[in-house]
Nanobody, 119 residues
Framework: QVTLVESGGGLVQPGGSLRLSCTASRSIFSFNAMGWYRQAPGKHRELVATSTSGDSTNYADSVKGRFTISRDNAKNTVYLQMNNLQSEDTAVYYC?????????????WGQGTQVTVSS
């Protein structure tokens, strides 16, 4: 088990920036991947970005070039730097930790943090 605590959400104007943080209650090395997902009202939860234990990253097409995922293993923390935010980025952002055991994924989720982009 692991507890994931997100922070850093809030209200920002279009074109602005925010940095989300997700701190895990245990070493993030034990997970195959850490990531960020988001869910807007009336929509399914979608992948935003992931970072594997091998330091590879993956981004949704909609955020490429604007968002950057990074990790501080010593602090058991994953970050999501979000630049040039747009209204369509408004959503609840969730931190995810995934372990894959014998090809079966086990997902852990944070409680979510609200990001609202509005003028």
């Amino acid at each position: 088990q692991v507890t994931l605590v997100e922070s850093g959400g809030g209200l920002v104007q279009p074109g602005g920036s925010l940095r989300l943080s997700c701190t895990a209650s245990r070493s993030i090395f034990s997970f195959n991947a850490m990531g960020w997902y988001r869910q807007a009202p009336g929509k399914h939860r979608e992948l935003v970005a992931t970072s594997t234990s091998g330091d590879s990253t993956n981004y949704a097409d909609s955020v490429k070039g604007r968002f950057t995922i990074s990790r501080d293993n010593a602090k058991n923390t994953v970050y999501l730097q979000m630049n040039n935010l747009q209204s369509e980025d408004t959503a609840v952002y969730y931190c995810n930790a995934r372990r894959v055991i014998v090809a079966v994924p086990y997902d852990y989720w944070g409680q979510g943090t609200q990001v609202t982009v509005s003028s």
